[in-house]
């Protein structure tokens, strides 16, 4: 596990938008990034900056109604992005009706908000981001790495 301070917003994007560059190209299966935090803590804002690190430049709404929101860049690398934000799902067995199987065998980055929601119902995930407020605009970022994570990232290949 590792840990940062995001001492404000910007902080956030430019660290969201280096972890895109750092990213490997998903392969066989989806490459789950878990992102945990209260209620305005940053995830969000820091899938947002994943997804401008990777050259979107259209809105990122956050999936609060839709649980799901699927982009398809022009990356070489990461073409295809699910973000999801599983707070309104009643009962992580509901996720079998969001349509989530046909992603499962496909080589797409998941950004997943709220994923103890998820539990059960959820590939693994790669990495874990956890953000905490820190004061007034700082953020605690915790970043782990999932051992038997099924992409071989490396914490020290990560921002
Ligand atoms: N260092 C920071 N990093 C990220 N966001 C920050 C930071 N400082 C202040 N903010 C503000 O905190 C809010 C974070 O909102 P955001 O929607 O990203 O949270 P969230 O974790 O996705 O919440 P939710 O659980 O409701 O989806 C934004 O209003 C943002 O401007
Ligand atoms: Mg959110």
């Not at 690190?53 to 982009?71: D, H, I, K």
């Amino acid at each position: 596990m590792s840990e940062r301070l995001l001492a404000d917003e910007a902080a956030t994007c430019a660290f969201g938008e280096a972890l895109a560059r750092a990213l490997p190209a998903p392969e066989g299966c989806p490459l789950v990034i878990w992102l945990q935090g209260d209620l305005g803590a940053g995830k969000t804002t820091l899938c947002r900056a994943i997804l401008r690190g990777l050259g979107w430049q259209g809105a990122v709404r956050s999936p609060t109604y839709t649980l799901m929101e699927p982009y398809t860049l022009p990356h070489p690398r990461i073409s295809e992005v699910l973000h999801l934000d599983l707070y309104r799902l009643g009962d992580p067995a509901e996720l079998e009706f969001l349509g989530l199987q046909d992603w499962l065998g496909q080589p797409a980055l998941w950004l997943v908000e709220w994923p103890e929601k998820g539990r059960g119902y959820l590939p693994p995930a790669d990495l874990l981001l956890t953000l905490t407020p820190a004061g007034e605009a700082a953020r605690r970022l915790e970043m782990t790495v999932w051992p038997d994570n099924a992409h071989g990232i490396a914490a020290d290949a990560l921002p």
